[in-house]
């Protein structure tokens, strides 16, 4: 069993775009969602796939099973997911050892931009690069499952408009 510990952030500027390594066009939708797991279907670039199934009420961490699924399996499952399919672009930056992933969000979320850093204990406090943000983690509006499902209240989404990404 895999543990996913992860810390999230609101980003507040685009410096870190000059510090990104690469980036990815993620697809995602949900399966399906109870109470404490979601199983959720995430192609990348349209080039690979994976289904993972996620576990536990703490947004901080949660048990987390992933895998990688044939493409075509993948674009079904979201043709047939609830809610609405979230779009956004994925960048890696690495920062003191750690890989900051920077989701810009498209379609629906066009304007938010969300940090996470994954970490290997719920005790360790990472260094906050500068253009870190309001920290989310914990805050269920900005759970991509609750986005997918419930939606985010408009007034948050304007109010973190980046006209420069």
Same mark, same amino acid.
């Given at each position: 069993?895999?543990?996913?510990?992860?810390?999230?952030?609101?980003?507040?500027?685009?410096?870190?775009?000059? =510090? +990104?390594? *690469?980036? +990815?066009?993620?697809?995602? %939708?949900?399966?399906?969602?109870?109470?404490?797991? *979601?199983?959720? #279907?995430?192609?990348?670039?349209?080039?690979? !796939?994976?289904?993972?199934?996620?576990?536990?009420?703490?947004?901080? !961490?949660?048990?987390?099973? =992933?895998?990688?699924? @044939?493409?075509?399996?993948?674009?079904?499952?979201?043709?047939? /997911?609830?809610?609405? #399919?979230?779009?956004?672009?994925?960048?890696?930056?690495?920062?003191? %050892?750690? $890989?900051? =992933?920077?989701? $810009?969000?498209? %379609? *629906?979320?066009?304007?938010?931009?969300?940090?996470?850093?994954?970490?290997? /204990?719920?005790?360790?406090?990472? @260094?906050?690069?500068?253009?870190? %943000?309001?920290?989310?983690?914990?805050?269920?509006?900005? *759970?991509?499952?609750?986005? +997918?499902?419930?939606?985010? @209240?408009?007034?948050?989404?304007?109010?973190?408009?980046?006209? /420069?990404?």
């Amino acid at each position: 069993m895999a543990k996913e510990i992860e810390r999230k952030f609101l980003v507040r500027s685009d410096v870190w775009r000059k =510090e +990104a390594t *690469s980036s +990815a066009e993620l697809i995602q %939708g949900y399966v399906a969602i109870g109470d404490d797991r *979601s199983v959720r #279907v995430r192609l990348f670039d349209r080039k690979t !796939a994976k289904l993972t199934v996620k576990i536990g009420r703490k947004l901080l !961490a949660r048990d987390e099973y =992933e895998y990688e699924i @044939p493409v075509s399996d993948a674009e079904e499952l979201i043709k047939a /997911s609830i809610g609405t #399919v979230i779009e956004k672009v994925r960048y890696n930056v690495p920062r003191n %050892g750690l $890989v900051w =992933e920077i989701d $810009v969000f498209r %379609g *629906s979320y066009q304007g938010l931009v969300v940090a996470e850093v994954e970490l290997t /204990s719920e005790d360790e406090k990472p @260094p906050i690069p500068v253009w870190i %943000g309001r920290e989310v983690t914990g805050d269920r509006r900005y *759970s991509n499952m609750v986005m +997918a499902m419930e939606g985010l @209240p408009r007034e948050l989404l304007h109010g973190l408009s980046h006209p /420069s990404l």
